[in-house]
Nanobody, 124 residues
């Protein structure tokens, strides 16, 4: 079993920044990725970003490239999402998730364990 606990969400004005954190514990895997996904009101859940277990490979959705940065601290078993230049359309519940596989790109179905989510609200 894997536990993922997100933190760092909140209310911010457009153009502002937030950093999300996700503490990971439980079962370990030899190859995996940690990702951030989000679900806006009335919309389907979508991929935001992912980082491989090595930290050497990252992926981003086109909508967040250049604004969001994913990183990880293996010593703390924590993954982060630094979000800059936030827009109202970034408003969503953000989920941390783990994909127990190595891939070039990731889709929602690849993520087998999910956190409870943290709300991010960007006001205009």
């Amino acid at each position: 079993q894997v536990q993922l606990v997100e933190s760092g969400g909140g209310l911010v004005q457009a153009g502002g920044s937030l950093r999300l954190s996700c503490a990971v514990s439980g079962r370990t895997f030899s190859h995996y990725a940690l990702g951030w996904l989000r679900q806006a009101p009335g919309k389907e859940r979508e991929f935001v970003s992912a980082i491989k277990w090595s930290g050497l490979s990252t992926n981003y959705a086109d909508s967040v490239k250049g604004r969001f940065t994913i990183s990880r601290d293996n010593a703390k078993n924590t993954v982060y999402l630094q979000m800059n230049s936030l827009k109202p359309e970034d408003t969503a519940v953000y989920y941390c998730a783990l994909a127990p596989k190595s891939a070039t790109t990731y889709e929602l179905a690849d993520f087998a364990w999910w956190g409870q989510g943290t709300q991010v609200t960007v006001s205009s």
